[in-house]
């Protein structure tokens, strides 16, 4: 690195230091490139600050306390209290040992980290205004962008960020909200409502559509939504936001469904998760020869490399699907087609997952989209009501195991609602991407008992051979 008054040289400029940023640099800087890494706030991203992390853990702690009050008939007894404010430090810890850790890596590696904005001044350099207002000047051989995302504006009702939160903001409350409205039943909305939920608040959603989750398999949405009326959250389907007041210290959400009839709902919280927009404006991306779509995305190859031949882009800002691990994976595509290797982003699965009530995980084509792109398919169920490892757990046998395969049994997608269906999805994703069989699965041993016989339980029962129901 060519340090200097005015110019600084580097082989790499990575821009924003969430997953698919830092997981650049570092393997870029593993490949013996010189990268300096700009961001803007602390490392991590979205991901470690205000979202992954953060809202697993709460989410954790949340069904830690909801297990202990709804033991079943497991004969427990008991009682539980809790102080959010130090759940909240809890959650802050975690995420301050993350932040340490990454900046630890990246010093390890060689990573030279500097923290400030960056405005692209052409395709070569780039000026970084650094927090005391002072700039400095790189000159790159390459860049890779990965700014990532925001919560989407609601024009409806504007954030205040009073009443009026986006799910960051939900995120870092100090006191558990007595009523929270929902604008939005994609994951988010979900995941955070069940949360609070779980914790006392009462919880009502609005969402546009006829159901939650539009994106996920309806027989596995189905299983959640039952469980959401247990747990007392109100949904509001085919429904739109109108407007609100102010009230008495709280909100007056006004809402109406398709019959054009008009609903009053009472909130102290309104949190608006309506999905994310790119931070692509501002950082002058006009100077180069990158090019956006209509919604502001970054348009990227194979190699995550964009219109502009020297620049790449990753993570969100490249567009959907919105998850950190798809992020991990670009950054590293990125950052090998840079050092000459023949990477390139061709995974064939990309596994996504629901921290909801009971969990969703789903990885490769649903039974809908197999049959459209005209694949004659086969499918294989199990339910975790027959699995002895289900039994053992409270309120585990909600949910089931779905295989979708071609006729020959080549396995095309695995979707999974249950008791920790978040870890069971790796597996599936691994047979996918490796073009497995549904001989493959069934006829791998898996360990009694456990929940992951499940998977070969359900590939059995689409061979027809199941033994077990």
């Known amino acids: 690195m060519v340090m200097g008054d005015i110019v600084t040289g580097c082989d790499v400029l990575v821009v924003g230091g969430g997953p698919g940023g830092y997981t650049a640099a570092i393997r870029a800087s593993q490949l013996e490139k010189d990268v300096i890494l700009v961001e803007k706030y602390d490392l991590g991203g979205v991901c470690v600050y205000r979202g992954c992390i953060p809202s ?79 700039t400095q000047t790189i000159q790159f ?5 990965a700014t990532g995302s ?26 558990v909200p007595s009523d929270l409205a929902i604008i939005g039943a994609g994951y988010i909305g979900i995941e955070l409502g069940t949360m609070y939920a779980k914790l006392g608040t009462r919880v009502k959603i609005i969402q546009r559509s006829p159901r939650i989750l539009t994106k996920f398999d309806p027989e596995l949405v189905e299983v959640v939504s039952q469980k959401m009326k247990k747990l007392g959250i109100e949904v509001y389907y085919n429904s739109k936001t109108e407007g609100m007041r102010k009230e008495n210290g709280g909100v007056i959400i006004t809402i109406s469904d398709k019959e054009g009839k008009k609903t009053e709902l009472k909130a102290n919280k309104i949190m608006v998760a309506v999905g994310v927009k790119p931070n692509s404006e501002k950082i002058g991306l006009e100077n180069t020869k990158v090019e956006v779509d209509e919604k502001g995305f970054i348009k990227v190859d194979e ?22 691990h798809k992020a991990f994976r670009e950054g590293k595509v990125a950052a090998e087609v840079i050092a000459g290797m023949p990477s390139a982003f061709d995974n064939r699965a990309i596994p996504a997952t629901v921290f909801s009530e009971p969990e969703i995980a789903t990885v490769g084509l649903d ?32 949910g089931f195991v779905k295989v979708v395969a ?15 269906a978040s870890m069971l999805v790796s597996e599936a994703s691994f047979a996918i991407e490796n073009a497995a069989f549904l001989e ?25 051979k199941v033994i077990h129901i």
């Open 303 to 324: 190699k995550r490399r964009t219109t502009d031949p020297r620049i790449y882009a990753v993570g969100d800002v490249a567009g959907p699907p919105f998850l950190a």
């Open 141 to 145: 051989e390459n860049a890779i962008i």
């Open 150 to 175: 925001r919560p989407s504006d609601f024009p409806a009702i504007p954030y205040d960020g009073k009443f009026v939160i986006n799910s960051n903001e939900a995120l870092s409350l100090m006191k």
């Open 56 to 134: 697993k853990a709460l989410i954790h702690a949340a069904n830690l306390i909801y297990s202990i009050k709804n033991p079943g008939n497991t004969g427990i007894k008991g009682s539980v209290e809790f102080d959010f404010k130090k759940l909240q430090q809890w959650r802050f810890e975690v995420v301050k040992k993350l932040r340490d850790g990454i900046g630890y890596l990246c010093k390890k590696y060689g990573v030279a980290v500097i923290k400030g904005e960056v405005f692209f001044e052409s395709s070569d350099k780039a000026r970084i205004t650094l927090p005391d207002g002072e």
């Open 440 to 464: 493959d699965l069934a006829g791998t041993i898996h360990p009694h008992p456990t929940l992951p016989e499940a998977l070969a339980e359900a590939a059995e029962a689409a061979l027809g």
């Open 406 to 420: 071609k006729k020959n049994g080549e396995i095309l997608g695995i979707h999974i609602v249950g008791a920790d």
């Open 367 to 398: 039974e809908e989209s197999a049959k459209k792109m005209g694949y004659e398919i086969i499918t294989g169920r199990f339910p975790f009501r027959a699995s002895g490892s289900a039994l053992t757990i409270i309120n585990g046998t909600e």
